[in-house]
């Protein structure tokens, strides 16, 4: 079945970077376009960063632009995120997220999160 693990959150001063992973299995990872989401206490579920499958073409939200950077390695099955210049405001619970092919159609599928807290 399809697995998403998230790795790397943690806690971090305003203006560090931090690095998050989340590996991939149980479907064909090279033909999904992969995405980071987060969510804060009392908030919705946000788009962090979005890549496709071949990684042509990226996008971010304007509140993350310039400080994340998504990127992707189909031979290990990892997509990852690059979090610099981090704030407060960035503090929440990040989820992986696969637009991958079930068998039968493409679904959306998600990782358990990993926390990210930003805090002096």
């Known amino acids: 079945q399809v697995q998403l693990v998230e790795s790397g959150g943690g806690l971090v001063q305003p203006g560090g970077s931090l690095r998050l992973s989340c590996a991939a299995s149980g479907f064909t990872f090279s033909y999904s376009a992969m995405s980071w989401y987060r969510q804060a206490p009392g908030k919705e579920r946000e788009l962090v960063a979005t890549i496709t499958s071949v990684g042509r073409d990226i996008n971010y939200p304007d509140s993350v632009k310039g400080r994340f950077t998504i990127s992707r390695d189909n031979a290990k099955n990892t997509v990852y995120l690059q979090m610099n210049s981090l704030k407060p405001e960035d503090t929440a619970v990040y989820y992986c997220?696969?637009?991958?092919?079930?068998?039968?159609?493409?679904?959306?599928?998600w990782g358990q999160g990993t926390q990210v807290t930003v805090s002096s």
């Open positions: 997220n696969a637009y991958a092919y079930n068998g039968e159609y493409y679904t959306n599928f």
